[in-house]
């Protein structure tokens, strides 16, 4: 881990100073919606849920959210998703520290496997991804099976279209405002 970036829980008083990161990989998501997704995830308990950040002299750099789920293959399972880094002059730094959180996470937290999903959708630069699944591979994450995901109709949200995201697999699921 680099010495200038910490990782650590998103605080709820933190929540807000959060979404313009989030935005970074989720544009069509609201102030409201961000601020329901984290204060969930926080209520659930750190040790099944919950979202990192990567911090530096007070801001947020990076983050991302986690569940523990149970699998067929693996048992327990560090669900990682929402996975964003934004720093203009180091941001492998940034990624490296979210890494780390991550290899710790899955260990404190006794998962045998971890899968994380890279949002293609946002506004990304095609070289940053390049260089955030470089660095996936280079810590051992593989490609896995195709995974698709659809919206139920019971959410009722509209206007829903189809957004490709490249993830330890290829996943396709489905976000309001398209790619």
């Known amino acids: 881990m680099t010495d200038r ?5 998103l605080a709820i008083g933190r929540i807000d100073q959060a979404f313009p990161l989030i935005q970074a990989v989720r544009p069509a998501l609201g102030l409201e919606d961000w ?3 984290a204060v969930a995830l926080s209520a659930i308990g750190a040790d099944r849920a919950g ?17 523990v789920e149970p699998h067929i ?14 720093e203009l002059l180091d941001a492998g730094a940034v990624v490296e520290t979210l890494l780390d959180a991550i290899d710790r996470l899955a260990g404190d ?11 293609a959708a946002g506004n990304l630069s095609a070289a940053t991804r390049a260089d955030l699944i470089e ?9 896995q099976p195709l995974v698709f995901c659809r919206v139920t109709p019971e959410t009722g949200r509209a206007g829903l279209e189809p957004v490709e995201t490249a993830s ?12």
């Open 5 to 9: 970036y910490h990782a650590r829980p």
């Open 35 to 37: 601020r329901r997704f």
């Open 51 to 67: 979202i990192m950040t990567a911090q530096a002299s007070g801001y947020i750099h990076g983050l991302f959210s986690y569940t």
């Open 73 to 86: 293959m693996h048992r327990r399972v560090l669900s990682v998703d929402n996975f964003v880094a934004i």
């Open 109 to 119: 937290l006794r998962c045998s496997a971890v899968c994380t999903t890279l949002s």
């Open 135 to 143: 660095r996936f591979h280079a810590r051992g994450y593989g490609d």
């Open 168 to 179: 330890v697999g290829r996943v396709v699921h489905f976000s309001a405002g398209g790619a």
